[in-house]
């Protein structure tokens, strides 16, 4: 095979680590020739959901305490390579931070990141070929060789695997990359959805579909403090949603069977304040019926659930029978309602894979141990960052280590 026919970098996914990879690859190594495989009739694609449409690219509090996984030098990347602002300032892009700290484009549109990730591209030379799905990699003396279902072989000097987990299999990541490189000597840690609701016993979210409250999301184990969030929590026919239950759904992989999550939906309420509030109530609306016990404090379809759920009599008795002992309880379901976690949601579902390929598999450059000349990048690898921008800023900095690396690599020779 000629030499010529051989190209020099070939990154297998051409979502946000991909392009990262791809652009930064080409930017150290201008003379190699790059190519973006990628399985889907465009790249991006998944890049164009993120942040509901206006792509979440990061967060200005980048602490260790948000990424969870086996990848240990996660912060050494992300602080050794360009923030979000400063790696798409480059391309042009204007970026603002919200009131949460979370950064998005000025345009409020992923399309404008996709866009300047693929000006950037082309202005460099880097090649798209999409269609393309890699299902085996064949290591040869003079190359590695990269097959397709219909017996295709892509041959390169390199290598940068950039296709993501399991997570919106919708926009092609569907796991079959990770299942390839498990016959790369690869292993894998536990595997299941992240920033993603969970899903709980649904007779116990009946009547409750569709209601969304302020709240605190505290998750335990065995009674053991584990984490805790604020903020808008979300209720579906058969889960929990809702950011601060998406902060959660990686802990699902290490308790699964034994994770409970207990909200407090007066989080700014102490117990004695709710009570004041319930007595003052009892007074105020003694004539009325129950069902209108807890609606000045709740939508409607939450307000008769706890009252039903506390007291377990009809609605239509008068708040005024309510015994003092009554209000305790109801007070301490507000403040303590408990449900057990019985399942992840589905792939589609869920924004991030937790687990992948573990971190022992890679060196401090994200190059494969077992296999000299093949990086990796991106959600494939065993990383997953909390809900806010962590992702897709581990996409950013994780796709521009590698393709320093691989460039790297080529210019001295692979080590």
Known sequence: MSKDNITDIAVIGGGASGLAAAVEAKTALPQAKVVILEKLDRVGKKILATGNGRCNLSNINLTS???????????????????????????????IADSKGRIYPRSNSAATVLNALRLKAQQLGVIERCGFEANFIESTPNCFKISTVS??????KRIIVAAGGYAAPQFGTDGSVIRLMRSKGCHTTKICPAVAPLRVRPELLKGLKGVRVKGRVTAYSGGRFLKEEVGEIQ???????GICVFNMAHLFSHYEG???L??????DMVMDQLLGYLRVIQYQRGKQTLEELLTGMFPRNLATYLTKRALGKPLNEPISSIRENELRQLAQLVKNLE????????????????GGISGDCIDERLQLRSEKGIFLCGEILDVDGDC??????WAWSSGIQAGRSC?????GGLT
């Open 388 to 393: 806010g921008g962590y992702n897709l800023q």
């Open 407 to 411: 460039a790297d690599s080529l210019r």
């Open 235 to 241: 209720f579906t026919e058969n889960a929990l949603s």
């Open 258 to 260: 034994k994770l409970t």
């Open 262 to 267: 207990r909200l407090d939906l007066a989080e």
């Open 339 to 354: 449900f057990d976690v019985t399942g992840s949601s589905s792939w589609k579902d869920a924004q991030v894979t937790s």
């Open 151 to 156: 017996g295709e072989k892509f041959p390169c």
């Open 65 to 95: 305490d948000h990424y969870h996984g086996s990848v240990k030098n996660v912060m050494r990347i992300i602080g050794s390579t360009p923030s979000a602002k400063e790696f798409f300032g480059g391309l042009g892009l204007l970026c």
